[in-house]
């Protein structure tokens, strides 16, 4: 990570979302302005053939490219090159309301190490999560993170979080799939980080999906029974 020299970073990662990230850019850099704070915004590119990086350079945010294609690569990519303070994470397709960055901000100011938004907790708009991924995947994906690592967090997939750069450092994230969102999940807890849960709004997203619901849990579980018991055998 690069010398702070923000006070706030927030971070997108980007494949092909011309179609939204101009309005989370904006959002973003609207509400750091209104709330007087010195911020940068980082799109993290994992490849985009669209008009992304265009319009991301055109509103001024710093693009940071990733080769490697996946969620965690993207992000890895874009926290490294983060220089705030704090850093706010969330996605591009306008599914997380960037205009919401104060509640995420002002826990860290106060001693909160990561916040993690709550969908179940807030509100998920109409058409904005698969029944299937509402009511079996995401329950099941939460309930094995706290049966296997004790964690106390009930949307442990929410992609909207934010922590302090001390606190990124302490988790020290290797992986580069969808299965980074249990990792840093995982880390948090065990780095013992003050953590808070906020409710949140859980948009519609315009555009197509980038996940593959059977894929991407299988990698989140073969992650987690990988990390368990291979942690297991090295301390037993």
């Known amino acids: 990570m690069t010398n702070q020299n923000f006070l706030v970073s927030v971070v997108m990662p980007c494949l092909n979302e011309e179609e939204t990230l101009g309005v989370c850019i904006e959002k973003a850099q609207r509400t750091l302005e209104a709330l007087g704070m010195q911020g940068e915004i980082i799109v993290a590119d994992n ?81 904005a999560m698969p029944w299937a991924r509402r009511y079996i995947g995401n329950p099941i994906l939460s309930g094995i993170l706290r049966i296997l690592f004790g964690t106390y967090i009930s949307d442990s997939h929410c992609g909207m979080r934010a922590f302090t750069a001390e606190a990124y450092k302490r988790m020290d994230l290797k992986t580069t799939g969808m299965e980074f969102a249990s990792e840093m999940v ?23 999906s980038k996940l593959n619901a059977i894929r991407d849990a299988w990698r989140h579980i073969r992650f987690m029974l990988k990390y368990k018991f291979s942690n297991q055998t090295e301390h037993d």
């Open 47 to 127: 490849g985009s053939t669209d008009n992304s990086v265009a319009i991301a350079e055109d509103l001024g945010a710093r693009v940071v490219h990733q080769s490697t294609r996946g969620y965690g690569a993207a992000y890895l990519a874009g926290f490294a090159a983060a220089k705030g303070q704090y850093i706010v994470m969330g996605d591009s397709d306008d599914t997380y309301d960037f205009t919401d960055l104060e509640r995420f901000i002002t826990p860290l100011q106060n001693g909160y190490d990561f916040v993690i938004g709550n969908r179940f907790k807030g509100e998920i708009l109409p058409g």
């Open 186 to 208: 995982i880390k948090a807890v065990q780095s013992e980080l003050k953590i808070l849960e906020i409710p949140i709004t859980y948009h519609t997203r315009r555009g197509e």
